[in-house]
């Protein structure tokens, strides 16, 4: 198979960086691109798409996916918060909400989410880790490209009071978790034309043994494979570890020698000079210098009142920043606009965090940590994963700088066409490979049994009108 998009607008990949390409041509053979040029291309093609009002950019990689729970988070966890947990949904709102999903709630989220996705230009999602076959199933029959693995640890937390945080141990310390999610890893990697590729998720900082972090370390450099962590994501989990270790989440990993660069640690928002905690200290250097990433989720947080400070200070740092959704919506344009913003609000400064750094942070660095020079970027021997942009339509026009476009003004409707792998997920704004009623259906009917079972997973065994009150009353 071999075909020729000519476009108005090319996002193409040179000499180490995007660049902005005017009326050039992409030729694809089969899954990867083989030619990107302004001039002529000669030969014969299976298909021939001539866009000249289009932009072209490569696939969106969203580094924090939660894709079999986080359509629940909608319409649920907006507007409420204890200020005694600085606002975290993690002790009461996550938990209620987590004990109430059953297998088929599971399913329909993650049928929604692989819709979701495509439809607002992510082709790769990094998943923290779910039940992993149906999720890997569902990538695959949705034609996306995943890095999925099952997540494990070596204690639960929970609340018993509404006031503080208890953990329960395991007898095993996480090891036969870790040993499943390592058969699991395995079993996946390389299916599909090796668009699912395994992950080692220790689930969360304050979860975990010293032996777990170590045996998990050893496993993902045995299986040449990423590792991500849960870490700095709420000010209770960052005071445990002072109060148990004497260390920040960062100091105590360091401490461990878990950083590297195939770590990606996620959120990471309360690190030493955050004014939430004002904790003295050199975490961004030891990230920095331990080449480990940080998979920021500006969306989720900021609904919480919580910014990062900043994005541009972690780069200036020398971090590689990449993005991720985490909640719903699950949209890499969304990630790109929040992190943008609240970056600008948080350093008083509107010239950082630029588009193209966003652009980068959702593209070229998570690339760099999975350790594929072949994905986030359109070029010669990239992988064919696509996105074709509608530059006509009512967010995206005037079109001058394509990429401020897309940070600050894109819909996921200006969405026009998605290619994963040199095949087409959807096209004239049709997804080809779901059914999309169905997928929406099966999301509302069964957020409306999740919702009528919260009150077990809820210390107090409050139902979901308490734990979050609606805005309106009935009329
Ligand atoms: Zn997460």
């Known amino acids: 198979m071999r075909r020729l998009i000519s476009c108005g607008w090319i996002i193409a990949y040179r000499d180490g960086a ?78 209620a909400m987590g004990a109430a999903l059953d297998d088929d709630a599971i399913r329909a989220a993650t049928d929604f989410s692989v819709a979701e996705l495509t439809r607002n230009g992510t082709t790769t999602v990094f998943d923290i880790g779910g039940p992993g076959d149906y999720t890997a199933q569902a990538i695959e029959t949705a034609g996306l490209r995943a890095y999925i693995g099952e997540g494990y640890g070596s204690a639960k937390w929970r609340t018993r009071d509404g006031k503080r945080m208890s953990y329960d141990w395991k007898p095993d310390g996480g090891m036969n978790g870790l040993e499943a999610a390592r058969d699991f890893a395995e079993r996946i990697d390389g ?61 105590w990993l360091d401490a461990q020698d878990f950083l590297g660069d195939r770590v990606i640690l996620g959120h990471t928002i309360f690190t030493s000079g955050n004014s939430w905690i004002n904790y003295p200290g050199r975490d961004l250097d030891i990230i920095a210098q331990s080449g480990a990433s940080v998979g920021h989720c500006a969306w989720v947080f900021s609904r919480r009142g919580i910014v990062m400070e900043s994005f541009a200070d972690y780069l200036d740092a020398g971090i590689n920043m990449c993005l991720g959704s985490d909640t719903a919506p699950q949209s890499m344009l969304l990630a790109m606009r929040a992190g943008s913003i609240l970056s600008k609000v948080a350093t008083r400064d ?22 594929r020079d072949d994905l986030g970027r359109i070029a010669p021997g990239a992988k064919a994963d696509l996105v074709l942009w509608d530059g006509m339509g009512f967010s995206m026009t005037p079109l001058r700088d394509p990429l401020r476009n897309l940070v600050f003004s894109a819909q996921p409707e200006d969405i026009r066409h998605v290619m994963v792998d040199g095949d087409w997920l959807m096209t004239d704004r049709n997804l080809l490979k779901i059914n999309e009623e169905h997928v929406t259906r099966g999301l509302q009917e069964a957020a409306e049994r999740v919702w009528r079972n919260m009150g077990p997973g809820d210390w107090a065994g409050r139902g979901i009108d308490q734990l979050s009150p609606p805005e309106l009353e009935d009329f």
Do not use: C, W
């Open 350 to 371: 509107s010239r950082r965090a630029s588009a193209r750094e966003m652009f980068d942070a959702a593209t070229l660095a998570p690339a760099k940590v999975l350790g």
């Open 191 to 251: 299916r599909a034309n090796a668009r699912l590729k395994g992950l080692m998720s220790p689930m969360q900082v304050a979860m975990v043994t010293p032996e777990l972090l170590a045996r998990t370390k050893a496993v993902a450099e045995d299986l040449d494979i990423p590792v991500t962590l849960h870490t700095a994501e709420a000010v209770f989990e960052f005071n445990e570890m002072i109060q148990r270790e004497g260390l920040s989440p960062i100091e």
């Open 18 to 95: 995007h660049r902005l390409l005017r009326n050039g041509k992409v030729v694809v053979e089969n899954d990867r691109v083989t030619h990107v040029t302004g001039g002529t291309v000669e030969g014969d093609f299976d298909q021939r798409l001539d866009l000249p009002d289009a932009l072209l950019t490569p696939g969106l990689i969203d580094m924090h996916a939660h894709i079999t729970s986080a359509p629940f988070d909608r319409s649920y966890v907006e507007d409420v918060g204890k200020p005694g947990f600085y606002f975290s949904g993690l002790p009461e709102l996550l938990p």
